[in-house]
């Protein structure tokens, strides 16, 4: 079916919204270009079964050097895993557990290879019935936010496999974060242009997919697998054996009977936890081990009673070259120290801003606010401007405004409060208050960021909640994590910016008295806008007041943007279609505005400062429209 002919089916689609697709939770137009069935393009696949039942997390520990590092974040993994219940399998070479309450194996010489695989096998064996999804974690890595089995149980629903990431953090033995990486299920998805990827570290399946492969007994088995239920093309023919390769074909063959490309990845970003370099993993070079001595898997390895794989070969210096493989990873090696001056100053004092606007007296921004001043865990600097007098927030910046300063005023009540910040503040978060944060660490996370970048957006995605503020009913990429990936297309461009004050002398773009003012924020970051402006549609007005504050902006600025990992949750106060994103640039146009029909008063607001009475009908029709109590 071509792209045509799918869009113009999804165009009549129950499920379509705007430009965006609820039953598969992305843009139409990717779902066109990557999906090759769908229910309603009459081609679809059969759909899998109905999975009810529990998710269990299995992890093993397997340590045949008995290195601390490896010891030290299996505890780290488990202190910090919720939403599901964690099981471990221990391989014990002297005897010797350091985990009670594992399910222990012992092994000896015949035993030193790379079991991880046999062991979640063996442990998954173990497992009561009830739990028919299965995700396999590495004891070595973090998630940042604590829904993510909920999510995963969710999105087995409609996939067989799922890789429990997007991108990882890595860590230096300091526990600082170094470099991110995208997780490889999103970069083959996306067809992303780069050669640092993950393959492994937390995957999650139905549970009829296991065993998982488990001879690449030097390991590297994470790769295999992905590729297989990718159904992509890999050069692994090229570093193993013919009669290695004929025995992972056995067992790739039943898996994409099985998977049928049914493969996504969570839309959140993990940590790796240190245990030595990768130059010391040698993730190249140990496949030589095994190549160079012709490894046969019929006839080199055997299970013993036990279920572990052991030597049954004469092949001694094979066996001796992968023993030796894991005293030289050297787990318990340090990093190089990692020096955190960056390119700016260390942050001493960020603040938070946040402003009440609620021209209509709705209940649900109300309501919104309080739990985002409940839940954020730092103090908030909140700006209220009330049209009656009336005020809802005790602690509130407090303004007074009536009819005649009926306009968007956010980002100049954002800028009020940035000026009411002590002097010792050097950074500045600016926040909606109907945003709730996934990630526990990102107040801490983005000071050390604007070490590096001058901006940062702190989130890579965003979900918008629906009336049950439960339910997502739209996900995106947050604006600066496509800019960092390269991805030209939407991305929500505000809801959460960080700045260093110095980065920003003039506060932020406030001259929109119809919203977008954050639209025209993230276009005074990068000189190139010609793609953010076909995005937003508010970019399309010229404005020569802008452009001269952009120049000057730019000039500071110059692309220095970066993003904070994890996701945020937008609380629901209305439809987005209510609210006119694409549309309300028209009132603008059609009642010719310009710079000088408002000016500021003597409370610090935005008032009218012409005689425009149409333009300012039409500007408080669209704030009840915008109906934010409404389910619909």
Same mark, same amino acid.
């Given at each position: 079916m071509t792209p045509e002919a799918k869009q113009q089916l999804c165009e009549v689609c129950e499920f379509k919204r705007n430009y965006f697709c609820r039953k598969h939770g992305d843009e139409i137009r990717r779902?066109?270009?990557? @999906?090759?069935?769908?229910?309603?393009?009459g081609n679809a696949e059969q759909p899998l079964p109905d999975h009810t039942g529990e998710l269990a997390v299995v992890a093993c520990y397997f340590n045949p050097c008995n290195y601390d590092s490896i010891k030290r974040n299996y505890f780290h993994f488990r202190e910090q895993l919720k939403g599901a219940e964690l099981f471990t399998i221990e391989l014990s070479f002297t005897g010797e557990f350091v985990i009670p309450? %594992?399910?222990? #194996?012992?092994?000896?010489?015949?035993?030193?290879?790379?079991?991880? +695989?046999? $062991?979640?096998?063996?442990?998954? +064996?173990?497992?009561? *019935?009830?739990?028919?999804?299965?995700?396999?974690?590495?004891?070595?890595?973090?998630?940042?936010e604590d829904d993510w089995a909920a999510q995963a149980k969710a999105m087995l629903q409609q996939l067989s496999v799922i890789q429990l990431f997007q991108?990882?953090?890595?860590?230096?033995? %300091?526990?600082?974060?170094?470099e991110t990486h995208p997780g490889e299920v999103f970069q083959k998805l996306r067809n992303l242009k780069t050669s640092t990827y993950k393959s492994g570290y937390a995957w999650a399946a139905r549970r009829e997919l296991f065993p998982l492969y488990d001879l690449n007994i030097i390991g590297g088995g994470d790769s295999y697998m992905m590729h297989t239920w990718l159904e992509s093309i890999f050069g692994f023919k090229k570093r193993i054996t013919p009669a290695h390769e004929r025995a992972f074909n056995a067992w790739a063959r039943k898996q994409q009977q099985l998977v049928k490309r049914r493969v996504g990845h969570l839309p959140i970003t993990i940590r790796h936890l240190w245990h030595g370099t990768r130059e010391n993993r040698r993730y190249v070079e140990r496949a030589n081990y095994?190549?160079?001595?012709?490894?046969?898997?019929?006839t080199d390895v055997r299970i013993n009673s036990d279920g572990l794989w052991e030597w049954c070969s004469n092949k001694l210096e094979m066996h001796g070259?992968? &023993?030796?493989?894991? *005293?030289? @990873?050297?787990?318990? +090696?340090?990093? /190089?120290?990692?020096? @955190? #001056?960056? @390119?700016? &100053?260390p942050i001493r004092n960020m603040a938070i801003v946040s402003c009440h606007f609620n021209p209509c007296g709705y209940r649900a921004p109300v309501e919104n606010c309080r739990r985002f001043l409940r839940e954020i865990e730092h103090p908030v600097t909140l700006v209220e401007l009330s049209f009656n007098g009336q005020f809802e927030f005790e602690d509130s910046i407090k303004i007074h405004g009536d009819e005649t300063n009926l306009m968007w005023q956010k980002e100049w009540l954002i800028n009020i409060g940035i000026q009411s910040l002590p002097e010792d503040v050097d950074a500045v978060a600016w926040i909606d208050a109907d945003l709730l944060f996934n990630n526990r660490n990102w107040f801490e996370e983005a000071k050390q960021l604007l070490e590096k970048h001058q901006v940062l957006q702190l989130f890579q995605y965003i979900d918008y909640l629906g009336p049950d503020q439960s339910s997502v009913v739209r996900r995106f990429h947050s604006w600066a994590e496509k800019n960092r990936l390269g991805i030209r297309d939407y991305g929500p461009p505000g809801g959460a910016i960080a700045a260093r004050l110095d980065a920003i002398p003039n506060g932020i773009y406030d001259r929109e008295i119809l919203g977008s003012s954050d639209t025209r924020f993230i %276009?005074?970051?990068?000189?190139?806008?010609t793609w953010i402006e076909r995005q937003f549609a508010s970019l399309q007005r010229p404005? !020569?007041?802008? !452009? %001269? =504050? /952009?120049?000057?902006?730019?000039?500071?600025?110059?692309?220095?943007?970066?993003?904070?990992?994890?996701?945020?949750?937008? $609380? =629901?106060?209305?439809?987005?279609?209510?609210r006119g994103y694409e549309t309300r640039i028209d009132i603008l146009k059609r009642n010719q505005f310009c710079s000088s029909d408002v000016a500021i008063d003597d409370n610090g607001l935005w008032c009218w400062n012409s005689d425009k009475p149409q333009l300012r009908k039409e500007l408080k029709e669209y704030f009840s429209g915008r109906r934010e109590d409404s389910p619909v």
């Open positions: 779902i066109i270009k990557f @999906r090759s069935t769908c229910e309603g393009w309450d %594992a399910l222990h #194996t012992t092994g000896n010489e015949d035993n030193v290879m790379w079991q991880k +695989e046999r $062991l979640l096998n063996i442990l998954v +064996e173990s497992l009561p *019935e009830r739990f028919t999804s299965i995700a396999w974690i590495d004891a070595d890595v973090l998630f940042l991108s990882v953090e890595m860590t230096d033995s %300091a526990g600082i974060v170094i095994l190549l160079d001595h012709d490894f046969n898997p019929d070259q992968v &023993a030796g493989y894991f *005293e030289q @990873r050297n787990d318990d +090696e340090l990093s /190089k120290p990692t020096i @955190r #001056t960056g @390119r700016y &100053a %276009a005074s970051l990068v000189p190139d806008n404005s !020569a007041e802008f !452009a %001269a =504050w /952009k120049q000057h902006q730019l000039n500071i600025i110059n692309s220095d943007v970066g993003v904070v990992s994890g996701k945020i949750r937008h $609380l =629901w106060h209305g439809s987005r279609e209510n």
